[in-house]
């Protein structure tokens, strides 16, 4: 294989990796990593029972929980528009 195709296939790999392991998007997670997940995203909010109860139903429902402590909502469709999905 020529060098050039390596060096792309290369750089695609990686792209779909970093996009896959920065959180966000349907699906992006497993059921089972839904917990931890909340309870990072809930780490810093003074309604921790509130902000737990919402983000693992919204997790369950869509498999995703947008990256960070807050905002970033647009990357998850369950969170779009949805003010309970902390």
Do not use: W
């Not at 695609?12 to 349907?26: M, R, Y």
């Not at 992006?28 to 995203?41: H, I, N, P």
């Amino acid at each position: 294989m020529s060098k050039l195709f390596c060096a792309t296939l290369l750089i695609f790999v990686t792209v779909f990796l970093i996009q896959n392991a920065s959180a966000g998007g349907e699906g992006s997670l497993y059921a089972e990593q839904c917990k931890g997940a909340c309870d990072y995203r809930c780490s810093e909010t003074e309604y921790k029972e509130g902000c737990l109860t919402y983000c693992n139903m919204c997790c369950r429902k869509c498999l995703c929980v947008p990256s960070g402590t807050s905002g970033h909502k647009e990357e998850c469709p369950c969170y779009r528009g949805g003010p309970n999905c902390p």
